[in-house]
Nanobody, 121 residues
Framework: QVQLVESGGGLVQAGGSLRLSCAAS????????MGWYRQAPGRQRELVAS???????DYADSVKGRFTISRDNAKNTVYLQMNSLQPEDTAVYYC???????????????WGQGTQVTVSS
């Protein structure tokens, strides 16, 4: 079994910061891309940021310059540092990983359970 467990969400005032963490555990051989998505009420889930195993990053335009994604390959963990948070950042944030399990030939996509981020004005 593979699990992605997020932590670090919460309530913060506009202009504040939060740091999300997501640890992947289980029978994992290799993790390719890891990322963070978010879904606000009534809206589709959207990519916030992603990072390759080698450290290449990609960001949604709305978070560029405010959010930073990083990862620790030895710990199978991805982080999202969120600064200058705004009310429009309020959403459930989901961790995503493209990984290969022990005994599998293929990479598969896994999701965390989500963590709520609420930014008050």
């Amino acid at each position: 079994q593979v699990q992605l467990v997020e932590s670090g969400g919460g309530l913060v005032q506009a202009g504040g910061s939060l740091r999300l963490s997501c640890a992947a555990s289980g029978s994992i051989v290799s993790i390719n891309v890891m990322g963070w998505y978010r879904q606000a009420p009534g809206r589709q889930r959207e990519l916030v940021a992603s990072i390759t195993r080698g450290g290449g990053t990609d960001y949604a335009d709305s978070v560029k310059g405010r959010f930073t994604i990083s990862r620790d390959n030895a710990k199978n963990t991805v982080y999202l540092q969120m600064n200058s948070l705004q009310p429009e950042d309020t959403a459930v944030y989901y961790c995503n990983a493209d990984l290969k399990r022990t005994g599998s030939f293929w990479y598969q996509e896994y999701w965390g359970q989500g963590t709520q981020v609420t930014v008050s004005s």
